[in-house]
DNA sequence: CAATTATTTCAATATATGTTGAATAGTTGT
DNA sequence: ACAACTATTCAACATATATTGAAATAATTG
C-alpha cells in the first residue's frame, strides 16, 4: 500500500455517510446491499447517496456489480485488512515497545494492556 | 471508539501532508519534532503546516508540548492502536472468516478480548 | 413498445478545506 | 527594553466537497 492509495481510502471514510454505509456493507458480507436498500435503511436521498458510493466505488472500499436493473454494492473487506496492516507496519515497525498486539503475536501469551489505558 | 472520532480521524489522515506529518513523527517516538524541523524535513511552508498540524492535534493523532519558544509535536500512537482495533473489529466481527489474525488471536491462550470491545 | 423501476448524471448552490504572505504573540538572550 | 527567533493567527483567495431536484440512462415488465 502506498501513501495515495491510504489517503485515498481515508478520505473515503472521513464522511460520516461514507462509514455509516461501509460498516453497514461489512455486515452484510458477500450478500452486500443494492442501492436504493442502502438510501432506505440509512434515510439518504438516492441521489446524495450515489454520490458517496461513487467515491467509495472509486477508492475501491466497495465493489459493485450490476444484477439486473439493480446494483449490488459490498464491502472490500481483504482491502480493509491491507489499510490495517499498513497502520500496524507504520505505527509500530519503530518502536513495537508500544504495539502489545504485534507482541502478543510473536510471544502468544505475554500479553500487557497497559498502553490501552489511555484509549 | 464512536463513529465521529473515526470520521475525525480519518479525516486528518485523509491529506498527504498530514499522514506525511504523522508517518514521520511516528518514526520519532517519544523525541517527537519541533515544527520548524517537520517543516524544513517536508518543505512545507510553516503557514501550512501549522495548519496541518492544528487539525492532527485536533483529532488527537498529534499531542503538542511547549518548549521554550519550540512547539514539539508527538504522535498519539495508543489511538492508532484503538482505531487498528475499531476497524478491525468493524471488519471481521460478523466475517471472521476474512480475517486471519483474529483467528490467529483467538489461538493464542484463548483470549476474548473483551475489553476491546468497548473501544 | 410504452410504462415502470432503479440508479446515475447534471446543474445549481452551499459549505468546507487548502494555501499564501503579512501581521501577531510568545520566548530567549543581550 | 530591545532585537532575534519560533510559531500561530488572520485575511484573502483558490479549490474541493456535499447536497438537492430535475432530467437522463438503463433494465424490466406487461
Redesign the pocket.
Known sequence: MNINTATSIF?SL??G??LDVFRLLVKKGLEGM????I?STLN????????????LTHSHLLS?E?E?????YRANIPLMQTLITYLTEECCDGHPEHCPDLQMKTKCGDMTFETQKSL
Request: positive net charge.
Open positions: 478520505e472521513s464522511s455517510i461514507r443494492v442501492a436504493g436498500e438510501a439518504i436521498p438516492p441521489t446524495n447517496l450515489s454520490f458517496h458510493l461513487k467515491a459493485v450490476q439486473g436493473r439493480f446494483q449490488r
